[in-house]
């Protein structure tokens, strides 16, 4: 994908000489890699005046050429030029902005949201003639929307992700631990292709499910718990996650079953939301008014989804406070969960691609069923 690389750093060019600098220096990681495709640890991405720079650090025990030869493993178009450190210890952002005074230029924007202070203080230092400016989030409002390429990566990566799990169910699951279980999922994941978990994959058996971002134990699948599951595959960098509750051993309780249906609508109320326009609160609060009219007003996550990618949680966010709209092509997942403390909860949780209704509406990559089993 040479020139789709090649064709987000001009846009990204666009928008800060429009703002008034004539170079630019990008070091999130994410972003280096949605720019350039490549992301050694540690690099940065200099926009320069006369040419583009992706400039890093050399490790201990490499040489410069060894270490750019790896670099350049890859390397997405002939407009980026591979730029390693001639000695390691040094700052490839101190160096990028030094290369930057270098091409003549007299202002340099740089992700403010990113560096630190030091950091900051010593790109300055290091070249005082810079006017240095924030380029904001423009690298990030550039990544919401997916191109079709993006998507198929996400796509692949839902697929590993519902085949792990449907392994995992067809197991035999009481007495083994929720540490166990997270473990054989993410060895799993990687066992279909998977460049590696998306994130900490979450088990919660009894009064543990449901809970959002839970750590898993020690404690042994019981009959009759409720067991949540939430993981994700990462597939050629690109993120994505599912969750799903089921039952153990034997026929669910009554409470369960309520519980279960109540976060199944709040969740399918949520997906029927994401058409392109509407508001991201809008769509949280689909999902939260449903949980809100049951009395579950106390303890709800604070958003009800958010954008996924490069990172597992990026914009946009589907949250009561959040402004913009969602536009077409976002991959977004809808979460929605309650936990009871003390008896457990339920959690389900889908990555979708917003469509518009005449192509469908959205596109559920996440699907493994969400009908309440008994395992």
Not at 38 to 50: E, H, Q, S
Not at 76 to 89: N, S
Not at 146 to 155: G, M, P, V, Y
Not at 297 to 302: C, R
Request: hydrophobic letters at 40%.
């Amino acid at each position: 994908m040479p020139e789709v690389h090649e064709t987000r750093r001009a846009r990204l060019r666009d928008r800060v000489n429009a703002s008034g600098s004539a170079s630019a220096l990008v070091t999130r990681p994410a972003n280096v890699r949605y720019l350039t495709g490549v992301a050694p640890p540690g690099a940065v991405l200099l926009l320069g005046r006369t040419e583009d720079l992706l400039v890093h650090g050399t490790a201990p025990g490499t040489t410069p050429a060894t270490t750019a030869t790896a670099a350049a493993d890859g390397r997405p178009d002939e407009a980026l030029r591979i730029h390693p450190l001639p000695t390691p210890g040094g700052d490839p952002a101190v160096a990028a902005a030094d290369l930057a005074a270098a091409q003549g230029a007299d202002s340099l924007a740089v992700e403010e949201h990113h560096l630190t202070v030091a950091r900051h203080r010593a790109i300055g230092s290091v070249a005082p003639a810079l006017r240095l400016s924030d380029v904001g989030g423009a690298v990030e409002q550039l990544r919401v929307i997916k191109d079709e390429e993006e998507i198929s990566c996400l796509r692949i990566g839902a697929e590993i992700a519902d085949q792990a799990l449907g392994e995992l169910l067809e197991s035999i699951l009481v007495g083994r631990t929720e540490r166990h279980l997270a473990l054989e999922l993410e060895r799993r994941l990687v066992d279909h292709g998977a460049d590696g978990p998306a994130f900490r994959t979450s088990v919660g058996t009894g009064p543990h499910s449901g809970r959002r971002d839970h750590r898993p134990t020690d404690r042994r699948v019981e009959e009759g718990d409720f067991l949540s599951v939430c993981l994700g595959a990462t597939y050629h960098g690109y993120r994505c996650e599912i969750g799903r509750t089921f039952v153990i051993g034997t026929s669910p309780a009554d409470w369960q079953i309520e519980l279960y249906d109540l976060v199944f609508a709040s969740q399918r109320a949520g997906r029927q939301a994401l058409v392109p326009g509407a508001a991201y609160r809008d769509v949280d609060r689909a999902a939260r008014q449903v949980l809100d009219s049951a009395g579950y007003t106390e303890g709800l996550p604070e958003s009800t989804g958010h954008g996924v990618g490069l990172e597992i949680d990026e914009e946009p966010q589907l949250a009561p406070a959040a402004m913009g709209k969602l536009d077409a092509c976002v991959p977004v997942t809808v979460e929605p969960g309650v936990h009871l403390p003390g008896r457990g909860g339920v959690r389900i949780d889908d990555t979708l691609v917003v469509r518009p209704e005449a192509d469908g509406g959205p596109e559920l990559l996440t699907i493994t069923t969400k009908e309440l089993l008994a395992l």
